[in-house]
């Protein structure tokens, strides 16, 4: 249902791979047996991987191999040893993948790659000056929704993965929006587990982030449970102490993130921090 | 993930030609008399259940000799380690150790690390806290792999010397190579003994392996999966989802039972602990987590939704999940009604709060619309609406 979903909002799909389907056409698009034979015909920016966890890593490895620059890795589920296999590979290779585990990316008005915003992105996703950086493809249509309700819209969403290994993390999606002049502030949205909030915290802090950053991170409840219960995403298992919600909301306002409780305090905070005019779809 | 009893993973671990002690599992203490002379007269007995700490809690104890171990054998089965009831224990041959050193595999945001220490035989968050410095990491380069140059460094670092350091850099070049053949997640070998000549044994042996890999290894399928949430036996009901999440294809299901009486429908990761947090914070108290990723099919719904209709202190239920995008609103609101009147539940005394848009919303909610009652907030309500309202709705039942 993604392939229709992405052309009708602009993504200009031009390939397609299924082993033993070369010369069919799918919504009208070629398909080619080998991704080699797709990039002689075309030219190719980015890949979103629709194969399942049993056959992913070949796949993915397949893409890498090929140089495509961006590759989104939607798949739930990919085994741990795969899917640090194919993230190193990637970084060897100097390609970004996105996910595994991931709903996507958004262009709000330009494209998409991947499920994200279904078949109505356009009311969810307005376009603007807020970037967004979510572990939960869920949460940030959520937060997209709180934005164009309070009338800002977003410049790019990324549903960067819930897994433990990830292609892209935080903090080099932070990096790409300080350099993105369509991009005013930034929403983050986290949780407990992994140390990926330390390493934004520190970034931050290093860089002298230019842009207001707003940090919303859940998982409270969690707390109240033994250390290394996973109550959802893989990643959100609490191992150390400072892994927690709490200990993470603590060092991104020391690192000057402005740290939100609700959902609802997210386009306040963002009012307080930008220019009246900015930010507004 | 799913851990391997310790008896499971020393078999793996024989296969792949490391040296474990040898050892039988026992359900009760008659018969042991035969099992100690053949290995002793030391043994040492070892609950079967599957948690870490165990020493501490009593569930490893030497035996000198049969009645010795008989007597340990009936206090420790049935007795309770760390919230799990002990039904097997492992006899083993003690070994005569000379040193206890430690070493573990386990996976961070970067792949692959391996951790060496040489204070083995206790545990291991202990020496994490007091000397952080005693434990040694290598984060595995997953382009060019795990070399044993790279293990004896690792070793040398944690400050062994001469031949051991070749001895141990094989055989933790051994524990890696099945490490990644049986996609564990987590091993720990913990002791890693050395005996009184100088032999590497894995005394101790602890494996998860990535329940996403299952595919892989299809002799697992047998292996049991710890349903619960870690700290305690499943309940009757999360077994139940735990064998349908395995039994039927197309999504995943998770559930955890709480002490609560609000059942929570969600999507887990996300929106869900957010969903949650908030639900504490307005007062309310969660009969239970779910992590679900909807398939196309509700069959797999369907199992959560009747596992919280049967939860015996469960007054209400909130299904919340976010803007769906990649599944149909409608798959959800289908296994949610036909649960419905599997168990008779009648809106009035049991409030149901439904929060669901995306794709399929419009026949989803004509779908609701048969079971009188049910509050299928209308598109576009916050999440915070929908946690307020099913608070508030509870506290009236």
Known sequence: ?281 | MARLSEDVTKDLLRKHGIRVPPGVVVTSSSGVEEIVQSMGPQVVVKALVPAGRRGKAGAVQKAAGVSDARRIIDSILGSKVHGYMVRQVLIEHAIPIAHELYTAFTFGPDGARVLASTRGGVDIEETHLQHPEAIVVHSVDHVTGFRRHQCVDLWRRTGVRGSQLVDLSYFTLRLWETFREVDGFMLEINPLAVDESGHLWAVGAMLDVDDAAMFRHPDFARVPVDAGPGWREPTIRERAVGEADRALVGGRVRYIELEGEIGLFVAGGGAGLMIHDLLIAFGGRPANHTDITPGRSPDKLSAVFDAIFTQPHVKSLLVCVNYLQMVRADVVVEALVRSIADHHVTTERFPIVVRVFGPGEGNARILASQVPGIRYLPHGTDIEEAVRLIVDLTSRV
């Open chain 1, 1 to 281: 249902m993604d392939v229709p979903c992405m052309r009708a909002y602009g993504t200009r799909v031009v390939a397609g791979v299924t082993p033993g389907k070369g010369g069919q056409q799918v919504f009208g698009v070629p398909v080619y047996d080998t991704v080699r034979e797709a990039l002689a015909q075309h030219h190719v920016t980015a890949s979103v991987v629709y194969v399942p966890a049993s056959a992913v890593r070949e796949a993915v490895f397949e893409a890498v191999e090929a140089r495509i620059p961006l590759i989104l890795v939607p798949t739930e589920g990919v085994p741990h040893h795969d899917a640090a296999d194919f993230v190193a590979a990637a970084r060897a290779a100097g390609v970004r993948i996105i996910g595994p585990n991931c709903n996507g990316l958004i262009s709000p008005g330009e494209c998409k790659l991947g499920g994200i915003g279904g078949d109505a992105p356009e009311e969810i996703y307005a376009p603007g000056s807020i970037g967004i950086i979510s572990r939960s493809g869920g949460m940030s249509a959520e937060i997209a929704v709180t934005l164009k309700n309070a009338g800002y819209g977003v410049s790019t969403c990324v549903s960067i993965g819930g897994d433990l290994i990830i292609g892209t993390s935080p903090v080099e999606c932070l990096r790409l929006f300080a350099a993105d002049s369509q991009t005013q502030a930034v929403v983050y949205f986290g949780e407990p587990g992994t140390r990926a909030e330390q390493a934004l915290a520190d970034y931050l802090e290093r860089a002298r982030y230019p842009k207001p950053v707003a940090a919303l991170i859940s998982g409270d409840f969690q707390e109240a449970y033994p250390q290394g219960t996973s109550f959802g995403h893989a990643s959100a298992m609490i191992q150390e102490n400072n892994d927690t919600a709490r200990a993470k909301r603590r060092v991104l306002q020391q690192a000057g993130a402005l740290i939100v409780d609700r959902m609802s305090g997210i386009p306040k905070l963002l009012s307080g921090s930008l220019d009246p005019s900015c930010g507004r779809a």
